[in-house]
């Protein structure tokens, strides 16, 4: 028997203002567009948005349901409109920002368990990494340049063959 170990390292900043300036306008987008949220059980409201490599900008927020499981996360909406609109383009990077009308909104959030798994997929489909820009209305932000390192040991293809 051997141990294994697992760790990565990401970047964390202070403000957005710490950022270069496509990655503060990427998440200032991500900022605004929660309002477009549907969240009308949690009242967290979140955003994601996307640069792609071809310049497009792709955003999406969480749309929650009576039926709580059919509702989705911003996440997943944003891979699905990439996926459909430009299957072959991949994520330069993509910001992840949210309106907690609970509480606060002053620190980085990361996506969800399924999210990982979605954006492992992604990652996998389009053989690059998912650059993520984490941060709430204020506060700190974090940037991890794969979000498959928040996935590790995870289920793939790979697996299946
Ligand atoms: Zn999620």
Known sequence: MKKQDYHFNYE??????????????????AREVTQH???????FQVAAVAKLSNGEIISGTNQENASFPAGICAERVVLAIISSLYPK???????????????ESNHPISPCGICRQALQEFKEKMKAPVRLIL????GKVYIIEDAS???P?????HDMQ
């Open 37 to 43: 949220a549907y969240a009308p059980y949690s009242r």
């Open 149 to 151: 390192l928040l996935l």
């Open 153 to 157: 040991l995870s289920f793939t293809s």
């Open 89 to 103: 383009t991949p994520i330069e990077s993509m910001a992840i920002s949210y309106f907690n009308h609970n509480g």
């Open 12 to 29: 964390v900043f202070d403000s957005i203002d710490e950022l270069s300036e496509d990655d503060k306008w990427l998440l200032d987008e």
């Open 135 to 138: 941060g709430g209305m204020h």
